[in-house]
């Protein structure tokens, strides 16, 4: 089981959890797992035509899944996702 | 390694600068380490940076470039401080309410160090005048709130080849990294595009733990002194994480997208464009359309004197609706709503309420989606009541 955490913009959709343990062969089966397991988090992490969004970035450790295998990124049970959304805070100017 | 080259080659051509005795008294526990030492000094002395935003993020940075003695500061905010600023922003003071934020901002930079040279930009930076802003420093500092001007500074700096110490914050975590040298990825590398307007709520909306902008702030103004100095290990091509709750600093790989319109390898934006535009915010006010199925606070309240028979109903969170409610409201939060719509009679008349009126407005829709058909939005939420109707309750 792969951990996956869990940002703080995105817990209200995950029952406030910050982190789950979640089975899946690659990246795009623990994420399917995710949002089988949280389905609000679905419309968050994709687009209507089901793909993720481009403001919603998945690591898988620290590589941004974009620049390996993406979705079919191979997992095991040691390694650490992060999904990681774009935020703005700071001070409107 | 090029990024050292990069601010620091401006300051190389500029005339022979020294420090005064007062000077060197100031900076000498920078002066007696080897790292910094009188060049460095005169380094952070020749340096020009511009903080955009002189709010959270803003407040640490300008304090501690001002105290190390980075020799000009330039300021961009056209805001004034108001008393929800002071649980965080820690340049301005409670008699600094009312007033412009870069007249308190300056006055305490100046208090903690007059030898520094600071420059006033009260506008709102925008896609007209970025380049001039930009042009006369040699690192940009962005401390924004919002998407559009996140993507305006990125694309300038990237134009304009200059380093951009990106720090970012929501509730209890931040991000931080250094955009946009010679080398680095840069903004739309990470992100290549931004979330819907109204997707990813904003500190106003989602809060923010005072400290963390000092936390975060304060990692841009080390990246800021060590890009100057030209030493460490920078910030570039790595994108910091911080969750003060965990209290635990990750660090994730960020790479130079060679598809990147803006830094790639096949270049299509070279010039500024319109960033409401490519956000998706619409750059005048939408007019107000009459739209039925909106109620006044002041209707509400004559409503509730008459004894109408309606339900009220307040859509936000528990802890919002511990700081202030208004009496006779029922509560579901949101989220709850779906779940919870057996509680409400598609027959009775509804008014839906939150903090502003936003969150309420998906509530009415949500309900007219399920075959209610008397459901009314309360306009500006509880902080218009507390504006027109009853000035006890609270506005948080």
């Known amino acids: 089981m792969a951990r996956i955490l869990i940002p703080t913009a995105l817990r209200q959709f995950a029952e406030k959890h910050d982190n789950v343990e979640l089975p899946g062969a690659t990246v795009g089966d623990v994420l399917h797992a995710l949002t089988t397991r949280f389905p609000d988090l679905k419309k968050n992490l994709y687009s209507d035509e089901g793909k993720l969004r ?26 650490v996702l992060s999904i990681v959304p774009s935020i703005a805070g700071g001070k409107h100017a | 390694m090029s990024f050292r080259s990069c601010p620091v080659s401006l300051a190389e051509n500029m005339p022979e600068v020294s420090l005064s005795k007062e000077e060197i008294l100031r900076y000498s526990r920078h002066l007696i380490m080897p790292e910094v030492g009188m060049e460095g000094q005169l380094k952070l002395k020749q340096a020009k940076v511009l903080l955009v935003g002189a709010g959270g993020l803003g407040a640490p940075l300008g304090l501690y ?88 500074i990125n694309d300038a700096c990237v134009i304009l080849k200059k380093p951009n110490v990106y720090g970012s914050i929501f509730r209890f975590e931040g991000q931080a990294t250094v955009f946009a040298t010679e080398q680095g990825p840069c903004y739309r590398c990470l992100y290549p595009e931004p979330p819907p307007p109204g997707l990813v709520p904003s500190c106003a909306e989602g809060g923010v733990l005072g400290i963390l902008p000092g936390i975060i702030g304060l990692v841009q103004a080390t990246e800021t002194v060590k890009l100057i100095l030209g030493i460490g290990e920078p910030l570039i091509g790595r994108l910091m994480l911080y969750d003060a709750l965990a209290m635990r600093f990750r660090e994730l790989k960020l790479r130079r997208n060679p598809e990147c319109p803006v830094c790639g390898d096949h270049r299509t934006i070279t010039g500024l464009i319109d960033y409401n535009q490519f956000c998706g915010v619409p750059n005048h006010p939408v007019e107000e359309k009459p739209v039925t199925g909106e109620i006044e606070p002041t209707e509400v309240k004559a409503k ?93």
């Open chain 1, 54 to 79: 481009s403001f919603v970035n998945v690591y898988l450790n620290d590589e941004d899944i974009r620049y390996i295998n993406k979705e079919s990124s191979p997992v095991t049970d040691s390694d």
């Open chain 2, 65 to 152: 470039l001002a105290a190390a003695g980075v020799g000009r500061i330039g300021m961009v905010d056209f805001d004034v401080v108001d008393f929800t600023n002071l649980q965080r922003q820690v340049i301005h003071g409670t008699k600094d309410v009312g007033r412009p934020k870069l007249d308190s901002a300056f006055d305490s930079m100046r208090d903690i160090n007059p030898f520094v040279r600071l420059d006033r930009f009260e506008v709102p930076i925008t896609s007209e005048n970025a380049f001039s802003i930009l042009q006369d420093y040699d690192i940009v500092v962005d401390g924004t709130d919002n998407f559009p001007t996140r993507y305006l």
């Open chain 2, 304 to 396: 509730q004197d008459r004894g109408d028979k309606f339900t009220l109903v307040d859509v936000r969170e528990v802890h919002e609706y511990q700081i202030a409610k208004i009496p006779g409201a029922v509560l579901i939060p949101l989220g709850e709503l779906p779940k919870r719509l057996n509680e409400l009679n598609p027959d009775d008349e509804i008014v839906m309420h939150c903090k502003m009126g936003g969150r309420s407005a998906k509530a009415v829709e949500l309900l007219r989606q399920h075959d209610f058909t008397k459901v009314r939005n309360m306009i500006g939420g509880i902080t218009k009541w507390s504006d027109t109707v009853d000035p006890g309750v609270p506005k948080y």
